[in-house]
């Protein structure tokens, strides 16, 4: 017996005062079997309840569909990384608003101009990294490897983890210590989640 697939919506407001009537009802009348919405929760939060619900519920032939690309996530690299494993779980996507697809031809290839966006958006993060760090060293703002990174350290470490920059390249750039990169990672995500979490009873 053929499995049925589904379309699956999903939906999300920032905050929880905001509605999503207008998202819901564009996505019910594009033929969503299901709506998931996210009340509350910031684009660039980890942690989305109902769109990890989606994700777990959804399987190979279903399709994922959006409002709006950015009701996914606000930078390009969690965009990417999202449509990477949908694409690799063999499940579609379709964002309404922009009226794309990862269906077909059309489809393959705003994923490969998504994935090139990407990469020019680490490579111009890395560029301008480097020549801050050049500049700073020439001022002597910098010496050899150090145990603590300093402010403009650290802020480099996280922009260029946050373009998606691996823990090698940006320990060789920065000329700190792997472990160095992702104990500084970690203490920004446990801050980053710390600032998000909704308030409220």
């Given at each position: 017996?053929?499995?049925?697939?589904?379309?699956?919506?999903?939906?999300?407001?920032?905050?929880?005062?905001?509605?999503?009537?207008?998202?819901?009802?564009?996505?019910?009348?594009?033929?969503?079997?299901?709506?998931?919405?996210?009340?509350?929760?910031?684009?660039?939060?980890?942690?989305?309840?109902?769109?990890?619900?989606?994700?777990?519920?959804?399987?190979?032939?279903?399709?994922?569909?959006?409002?709006?690309?950015?009701?996914?996530?606000?930078?390009?690299?969690?965009?990417?990384?999202?449509?990477?494993?949908?694409?690799?779980?063999?499940?579609?996507?379709?964002?309404?608003?922009?009226?794309?697809?990862?269906?077909g031809p059309m489809g393959k290839?705003?994923?490969?101009?998504?994935?090139?966006?990407?990469?020019?958006?680490?490579?111009?993060?890395?560029?301008?990294?480097?020549?801050?760090?050049?500049?700073?060293?020439?001022?002597?703002?910098?010496?050899?490897?150090?145990?603590?990174?300093?402010?403009?350290?650290?802020?480099?470490?996280?922009?260029?983890?946050?373009?998606?920059?691996?823990?090698?390249?940006?320990?060789?750039?920065?000329?700190?210590?792997?472990?160095?990169?992702?104990?500084?990672?970690?203490?920004?995500?446990?801050?980053?989640?710390?600032?998000?979490?909704?308030?409220?009873?």
């Amino acid at each position: 017996m053929t499995q049925a697939n589904y379309q699956l919506g999903y939906a999300r407001v920032s905050t929880s005062d905001q509605d999503p009537a207008l998202q819901v009802e564009a996505l019910e009348e594009a033929g969503c079997d299901r709506v998931f919405i996210d009340r509350g929760v910031s684009g660039k939060q980890a942690r989305r309840p109902e769109l990890d619900k989606l994700l777990d519920l959804s399987r190979r032939g279903d399709t994922l569909v959006v409002w709006k690309l950015d009701r996914l996530g606000r930078d390009t690299r969690n965009l990417l990384e999202l449509l990477d494993d949908l694409t690799a779980a063999g499940v579609k996507f379709r964002s309404l608003t922009e009226g794309v697809s990862t269906e077909g031809p059309m489809g393959k290839a705003f994923i490969t101009i998504i994935s090139a966006f990407a990469q020019l958006e680490r490579d111009v993060i890395v560029e301008r990294t480097n020549a801050g760090l050049a500049t700073a060293r020439a001022r002597g703002r910098f010496g050899g490897r150090k145990k603590v990174l300093s402010a403009d350290k650290e802020r480099a470490v996280i922009q260029m983890y946050e373009s998606s920059t691996s823990y090698m390249k940006i320990a060789e750039v920065l000329g700190v210590s792997k472990s160095t990169v992702y104990r500084t990672v970690a203490q920004h995500k446990e801050q980053k989640d710390a600032t998000e979490q909704p308030t409220g009873n």
